[in-house]
């Protein structure tokens, strides 16, 4: 190589370099805080009311208040394998044993109220509304041979059945579930030899639809929209799909770009969130560690972030809508960070 093919190969790789540092510099822009989470790692992020729970893989409970984010957080060590937040600064979880559900105070040292799990009943999943007045929970019952799923509200009095299949169907699985701010309506979501959803009325016990999508294999995420009127469902790969919680008929369809990947991992979405003002929706790709941002009415995007140099495991949107909360899957970093706005 002559003196002047070196000059531009190093012109080149400079410039290379730059615009490298001018996009990591823009990803890391809209970094506010960093907050010392659980030293295990975080299993998922919560925002119930105006507090920010993280809940460790050891199922640890540290929660913050949003709008002072420097108070140290309250720590809970609750006995269970399955734990999340509620309204009116409580948790709620599953014991071990003799299973029932119990809700306790954020530090888990007094119960308030408990309701008992059928009789062998194994929880797997429990998962409250945004507003955290209701909530679902998933089991195993009858010897673990059907996967069940029941509501409850916040004053815990009794849980109601909504739905229940063979846990030993091939080719089944419920991955997630959400239910809306008034307890109306729970979303179901997985795979029934291809992916899979149904949105039932919790007081006329009636299905409103149940549909299989044939373009995709599985869905892992569901939320509603703060409304109930809007759920959004993601794919295991690139795609979010937003319905009509009462048709199911697709309004919008969101695309994370396809990337290049490590031979050994593949692209996926892990977890998605919407704003408590509904206007945004938020998701979380992997291995890329890159949170990326729509507007509710648009199939394009407004913004995206480099979360993480490890992996992203939750995120979360403060009260405001303003920032997001994430978490990470093997690290104690928890990381607020300011929103992309929508243009006027």
Same mark, same amino acid.
């Given at each position: ?24 510099? /823009? $990803?890391?822009? /809209? ?100 507003? @955290? ?48 701010? /008034? @307890? ?10 291809? =992916? ?31 409304? @109930? ?15 009509? =919680? ?46 990326? $941002? ?51």
């Amino acid at each position: 190589m002559n003196r002047k093919h070196r000059k531009v190969v190093v012109v080149v790789i400079i410039l290379a370099g730059l615009l490298s540092l001018i996009i990591f510099s /823009n $990803f890391k822009s /809209n970094l506010v805080r960093q907050l010392q989470g659980p030293i295990e790692g975080t299993d998922s992020v919560i925002t119930v009311g105006d507090k920010l729970s993280v809940i460790s893989k050891e199922n640890h409970v540290f929660t913050w208040q949003w709008k002072d984010l420097s108070i140290w957080p309250v720590v809970a060590k609750p006995a269970s394998n399955v734990v999340t937040t509620i309204a009116d600064d409580r948790m709620i979880y599953a014991t071990a044993g003799i299973g029932k559900l119990v809700i306790t105070d954020l530090k888990a040292d007094k119960e308030l109220l408990s309701l008992s799990l059928p009789y062998g009943a194994e929880c797997k999943k429990i998962k409250t509304s945004s507003n @955290g007045k209701f909530g679902a929970v998933s089991m195993l019952v009858d010897g673990k041979d059907w996967l069940k799923l029941a509501v409850f509200d916040s004053n815990l009095m009794d849980l109601f059945f909504v739905f229940q299949n063979d846990a030993k169907e091939e080719n089944f699985s419920l991955d997630d579930f959400d239910i809306t701010n /008034n @307890g109306n309506l729970i979303t179901g979501v997985g795979r029934k030899e291809k =992916a899979w959803a149904f949105v039932k009325d919790v007081k006329s016990e009636k299905i409103l639809w149940e549909k299989t999508f044939d373009e995709y294999g599985r869905f892992t995420c569901a939320e509603f929209s703060p409304d @109930g009127k809007t759920i959004y469902i993601a794919e295991k790969v690139r795609f979010i799909i937003a319905l009509d =919680a009462i048709t199911g008929n697709i309004l919008r369809t969101y695309e994370i770009p396809q990337y290049n990947t490590p031979t050994h991992q593949k692209q996926n979405i892990s977890s998605i969130a919407i704003s408590p003002d509904g206007k945004i929706l938020a998701a979380d790709t992997e291995p890329a560690r890159i949170v990326w $941002f729509w507007g509710w009415a648009a199939d394009k995007e407004i913004g995206k972030i480099y979360a993480s140099d490890l992996t992203v495991s939750g995120i979360a949107f403060s009260p405001d809508s303003k920032y997001l909360a994430t978490g990470c899957l093997v690290a104690p970093e928890i990381k607020i960070w300011k929103v992309p706005q929508l243009n006027k």
